[in-house]
């Protein structure tokens, strides 16, 4: 039997299909919160604590409950260590836990709309310091590929969401990153959110600095073989963003 | 050695100074890693986070690539093409279904043979012992702050390197150069990355921390193995310096400037005369 978090020989808890979920918790943990301190007195045999989640109430949520199936977020306990890693959490108006939370308790569409999933920066701190192994960034990537397909991209937000449509965009027509087409495409893209002239030209000043240290290419490099980058796009469902 | 290259978009864009260090670097070394024909962009984080099933297929396509060209190993120099390429590899591993899917969407197999490496592997692979007979001027008076971001050493189930806390590859290779790497805190946090354009204040808050805690503790330039790290604390530095009214001049060094100098070579032959924030004289 795999070890499971802190060595403990429980397996790693599990979580049945039906409407009302039985989360099984491995007793040895030791949590360090008040609120968990009833589990910590816990004799060494396993403690079931049945937990009754809503049942998702439409097809995106089924979608998204199968994507989010890898990242393990049912085991969630809410210890915060995520939270208390994540260098925008400060910053945002869910933290890590609150978004993991909200999915436990069926609010996805509140996950979804959260500033949080579109101001992380993917640097994998949560992640990789669960206790419980959820993966909290592939969370975060998840409730954003559904979140975009929905349009529910929270409107504080469609700045950082305009530049990863153009990044995209701009691989699928070259095969390699053009960076001034990038800047040209997500600067017009964000414009209307952005609403202000400056911000169009807040980089141009940049380009002769590039210039001097031979790292600016009006030209990007492409491909040759572009039509199989259009197929890869195409068979992965991607088509043009927005 | 043969090493297949995978330079990524951005030692092809404007962290070109980057491939120039590299080249130079492993050069003197002996080693001539060869770019795979026709690489495509491995996705980033714009494929992670709009289509799941995209940031698999685009990897994977380069992996498929480089194996079809008779290589057995991969040098990716870029953090986050790095992560992209050995998770790719790690998920289709775990799930003969996903391989013959993805196979199927990039027309072309990745058998999972290929070994991907970042370039503090590369080194490990020269052997440290093998480099410091061929260091010519020992750096006694650099003081680097050793910095490895998020994707070096993250997430550690993927990439398989170092500690993901209190990593020490980096200081190995310095106090193996003669350098005095200090000990300071945000090591393994991240600058904002990809962040750049899209919330630019992210960048410049999270990289001024990085910047201050180095001083703090007595660096007196950063090193790093990252092309997005370098542009956020080189290239940004002077607006932080600007937005917090406060003067860093910390010289952002690749790691292959770094042993590049050890070794004989100038700043000019490595492109180090490219960066922003001057050498001091």
């Excluded at chain 1, 108006?93 to 909200?102: G, H, K, L, S």
């Excluded at chain 1, 069926?106 to 992640?127: H, K, L, P, R, Y």
């Excluded at chain 2, 790290?229 to 937005?243: A, P, S, T, Y």
């Excluded at chain 2, 406060?246 to 180090?272: K, N, Q």
Aim: aromatic share 6%; with cysteine.
């Amino acid at each position: 039997m795999a070890l499971g978090p802190y060595g403990s020989r429980h397996p790693r808890p599990l979580v049945s299909l039906s409407p009302v979920r039985t989360i099984t918790i491995g007793s040895r943990v030791v949590f360090s919160t008040a609120c968990c301190l009833a589990l910590a007195f816990a004799t060494p045999t396993e403690t079931t604590v049945p937990v009754e989640l809503p049942a998702p109430e439409n097809a995106s949520c089924n979608v998204l409950t199968k994507i989010l199936a890898p990242t393990h977020w049912t085991d969630c306990y809410q210890c915060g260590k995520c939270t208390a890693g994540c260098p925008v959490a400060a910053a945002v108006d869910m933290t890590p836990n609150q978004v993991v939370r909200a999915l436990q308790l069926g609010n996805f569409e509140i996950a979804m709309a959260s500033d949080t999933i579109w101001a992380c920066v993917s640097c994998q701190t949560c992640s990789t310091r669960c206790p419980q192994s959820v993966d909290c960034a592939g969370i975060m990537d998840a409730l954003r590929e559904v979140s975009l397909e929905r349009g529910l991209a929270s409107p504080a937000q469609k700045t950082v969401v305009a530049f990863q449509q153009a990044f995209l965009n701009n691989i699928r027509r070259n095969g390699r990153l053009d960076e001034i087409e990038l800047i040209a495409e997500f600067k017009l893209r964000a414009l209307p959110s952005e609403r202000n002239l400056g911000f169009l030209f807040k980089d141009a000043s940049l380009a002769p600095q590039l210039q001097m240290r031979r790292k600016l290419h009006l030209r990007g490099e492409k491909v040759k073989d572009r039509p199989i980058v259009r197929r890869i796009f195409e068979r992965c469902g991607d088509g043009k963003h927005g | 050695m043969k090493l297949a290259y995978y330079p990524g978009c951005a030692l092809h864009g404007s962290s070109n100074d980057y491939e120039q260090s590299l080249r130079a670097c492993l050069g003197k070394l002996e080693v001539e890693p060869q770019e795979i024909k026709e690489w495509i962009c491995c996705g980033a984080t714009a494929a992670h986070a709009l289509n799941h099933k995209l940031s698999i297929a685009l990897p994977a396509r380069n992996l498929a690539l480089a194996e079809q060209q008779g290589f057995e190993d991969m040098l990716a120099p870029c953090p986050m093409c790095s992560m992209q390429l050995l998770k790719a590899a790690k998920l289709m591993d775990e799930d003969a279904g996903l391989r013959r899917e993805i196979s199927s969407v990039i027309e072309v197999e990745a058998s999972g043979r290929l070994q991907v490496l970042n370039l503090i592997q590369v080194f490990q692979r020269i052997g440290l012992d093998r480099i410091k007979p061929a260091v010519k001027k020992p750096l006694a008076d650099l003081k680097p702050a050793c910095y490895y971001g998020c994707l070096l050493t993250r997430p550690p189930d993927v990439v398989k390197f170092d500690d993901p806390e209190q990593p020490s590859s980096m200081e190995a290779i310095m106090a193996m150069l003669g350098a005095k790497p200090v000990d300071w805190n945000y090591r393994t946090e991240c600058c904002g990355a990809g962040m750049t354009m899209a919330k630019e204040a992210t960048v410049l808050e999270l990289s001024q921390r990085i910047l201050a805690d180095a001083r703090e503790h007595g660096a007196n330039c950063l090193v790093t193995a990252c092309p997005m790290c370098h542009v956020n604390l080189d290239m940004k530095q002077g607006d932080i310096e600007q937005r917090y009214g406060t003067r860093f001049g910390l010289p952002i060094y690749y790691l292959t400037d770094v042993v590049g100098l050890a070794l004989g070579l100038s700043s000019e032959e490595l492109g180090i005369d490219r960066h922003f924030v001057k050498q001091p004289q």
